[in-house]
């Protein structure tokens, strides 16, 4: 396998955006990300979409085609890639496969989603279709109130508190009050996350990532004909995607998530690095709770020792570890099918020291962990300076 | 008929449109007795919740 590179990163602001459609939103992450990497749309050789419900949310099919051309992008392979709100994170991977097995040079990938035009209880039940359709979710379930199981019973277990889930959400809250393509620029206190709307027991809406319209776009290449295009690549170090069961009644344990470990463990192998040189994350906390988690199975802290973790400041952006110093699902915002490209986004920012009033003084090893779905799906990238 | 513990559960405050006026409502994972595991919902809107709470 050939080494691979981020050569170009672009997105949309996040936001509530009524007078924009999903192509457009698309095409300007994809023109600022062609830009950003001095590629023309004739040098793309493949093009991926990663979206999770075009169809469903906007009445809008064969999404992948409908994109690229629109970016000039023309005659070249367009897939879509749908794995739930890992579906771009897959989309990056699978764009990685082709250019590191030779298949193809310059290869994009944009991430896409345009949410806000359905009422919320549409919205639920869109979500909810990256359940299990006929067992969980015909029994009432939310995705927030299978996150709320997972945190009810990773509280039982470990001692996990209220303060510790309200922690997370403060601590991405203040980080996404400093970027100005956030979602929400708004520092929230402790105090408040613990008294917001109940949403499903015992998670609130502080604990809840918001729903958002908005698209991310990388381009990756060889890593050797990078200077081509530009001064500052990143180098993928490591990457890998796992699976596991869709509905969270066939977990043997649900406060762990074998598809998180199985892609973070690899991912680590294909870099050579561990754990604990990781010096900075973006990880995917579309509820409090799977931040928490997610630092648990990636190796950062041990089981159950993830809320004390967050709520000592250690991943804070002064802290030894910032996790989601974009502000993270929370706050910066969750288009479900352009999060695991925004991530990719985010992690280039701090390694090429762009990212502003955020940016971190340990910023060459990042990782982004993008879940799919209550874990059935996990994509896991660790970047670094090439 | 079958007997089981709850493993974990929520009262759902946020519902889906279909659960619209059932809400608050309570779910829960029940590990069976029989092997394995079932999420299940209390239809009756005010009953009683699992007055145990979690029990592994």
């Not at chain 1, 996404?176 to 520092?187: F, Q, S, T, Y």
Request: charged residues 20%.
């Amino acid at each position: 396998m050939r080494p691979v590179a981020v050569i170009g990163a672009g997105k949309t602001a996040f936001g509530v955006f009524p007078d924009r459609d999903l192509r457009s939103l698309a095409v300007e992450a994809g023109q600022r990300c062609l830009q950003n990497g001095r590629v023309a749309p004739a040098q793309v050789e493949s093009f991926y979409l990663g979206n999770f419900a075009g169809p469903a949310f906007v009445g809008q099919n064969h999404l992948a085609p409908y994109v690229s051309t629109a970016l000039g992008i023309l005659g070249v392979p367009a897939t879509r890639i749908e794995a739930a709100c890992a579906s771009s994170g897959s989309a990056f991977f699978h764009a990685w496969t082709e250019v590191a097995a030779g298949v193809y040079d310059i290869v994009m990938v944009v991430g896409v989603e345009k949410m806000t035009s359905q009422p919320t209880a549409r919205v639920s039940e869109i979500l909810a279709e990256a359940g299990d359709c006929a067992g969980e979710m015909k029994a009432g379930s939310t995705f927030a109130s299978l996150f709320a199981m997972i945190a009810r019973r990773h509280m039982h277990d470990f001692g996990t508190t209220r303060e510790h889930l309200a922690s997370v959400a403060v601590k991405n809250h203040a980080n996404g009050a400093l970027n100005p393509d956030a979602h929400m620029r708004k520092i929230i206190t402790l105090e408040q996350a613990l008294k917001g709307k109940p949403i499903a027991d015992p998670l609130t809406l502080y604990d809840c990532s918001l729903v958002s319209d908005g698209a991310a776009a990388v381009i990756l290449a060889p890593l050797e004909r990078a200077a081509e295009f530009t001064d500052q690549p990143v180098r993928i170090l490591g990457i890998a995607q796992a699976s596991d069961y869709v509905a969270l009644d066939r977990k043997e344990s649900i406060t762990t998530f074998p598809a998180v470990r199985m892609a973070g463990e690899k991912a680590y192998r294909m870099a050579g690095v561990t754990a604990g040189d990781i010096q900075f994350a973006e990880l995917h906390d579309c509820f409090t709770i799977a931040e928490i988690i997610a630092m648990e199975d990636l190796g950062f802290v041990a089981r159950g020792c993830g809320g004390p973790y967050v709520f000592e400041g250690h991943t804070a952006l002064s802290g030894e570890r910032p996790v989601n110093t974009s502000g993270g699902l929370k706050a910066k915002g969750h288009p479900v099918g352009a999060t695991g490209v925004a991530q990719i986004c985010d992690l280039v920012l701090q390694i090429r020291g762009e990212a502003g009033a955020r940016q971190i003084p340990r910023h060459s090893l990042g990782l982004a962990e993008n879940l799919g779905g209550s874990g059935a799906t996990c994509v896991v990238s660790i970047l670094g300076a090439a | 008929m079958r007997a089981g513990t709850v493993y974990t559960e929520t009262v759902i405050y946020s519902p889906p449109a279909a659960f619209a006026n059932d809400a608050p409502y309570q779910t829960a994972i029940v590990s069976l007795e029989e092997g394995g595991r079932l999420t299940v919902r209390r239809a009756a809107r005010g009953s009683a919740i699992f007055p145990e709470g979690v029990k592994a």
